[in-house]
């Protein structure tokens, strides 16, 4: 789903103007059904200056921190939190336009860069200090799933011991994922690479590349990209 008409219109109308931009968007947002149920001590959610529409913050925990960056335009979400000391990062002039981020265990980070576009992710950050980072100018299609870990146990009947602990994810500056992708722990991609619809990536990709498949292998190198389709 693109942003609407009036959407832009809004958008570029008040992004000349740094006052208008925070009061426009206050009153915007009042009236625009997000729900809050937050338990716990000293979580703070700072919206400098974006349209938060049908935004759900289900919190449990304490000194939990959410970032909302200028101009951003972020709908249709589920922020789901347990445990504390987690933080979320949405950078300036970004449009988001449904998912979920979703935060377990103690001292996660999720963060996402300036001028990156969603239209459907779920990204999941499970087990202690754990990190999904998504970089500037990034562009996700619909239904996307990234998350560092399984959420469960594979134990190795021969030590008892587990052996798939979480892992930190990192997509770099300019990355276009297309639909339905998902995102396993441990995985970087490199700068101006795209991942091919329906993909599993559980390797990490370089830069300025082609990857798909499942699992993901490279297809092509030597490659970038451009939101606006070339002729």
């Known amino acids: 789903m693109s942003p609407t008409k009036l959407q832009i219109c809004i958008y570029n109308t008040i992004k000349k103007n740094k006052l208008l931009t925070k009061i426009s ?134 030590t008892n011991n587990r052996i798939n602990y979480a892992q930190n994810v990192k997509i770099c500056d300019h990355v276009w994922i297309g639909a339905g992708v998902k995102i396993l722990k441990g995985v970087s991609i490199g700068e101006n690479s795209i991942i091919g619809t329906g993909s599993i990536v559980t390797k990490s990709i370089p830069e300025n590349c082609v990857a798909a498949g499942i699992p993901a292998k490279i297809i092509r190198k030597n490659v970038t990209w451009e939101r606006k389709r070339i002729d």
């Open 25 to 158: 968007l206050k009153i915007l947002c009042f009236f625009n059904f997000n729900k809050y149920k937050i338990k716990g001590l000293r979580n703070t959610i700072i919206d400098n200056g974006v349209y938060l529409k049908n935004i759900k913050f289900d919190i449990i925990g304490d000194d939990n921190h959410i970032y909302f960056f200028g101009e951003s335009i972020i709908e249709n979400f589920t922020i789901y939190i347990r445990g504390s000391k987690h933080n979320l990062f949405v950078g300036k002039r970004c449009v988001l336009q449904g998912g979920s981020f979703w935060f377990e265990d103690n001292n996660c980070i999720i963060k996402i860069g300036e001028n990156t576009t969603f239209e459907n992710a779920h990204l999941a950050v499970t087990e202690n200090e754990k990190s999904i980072e998504i970089g500037n100018y990034c562009m996700l299609a619909y239904d996307i799933e990234i998350r560092t870990g399984d959420s469960h146990s594979i134990i190795d009947l021969g």
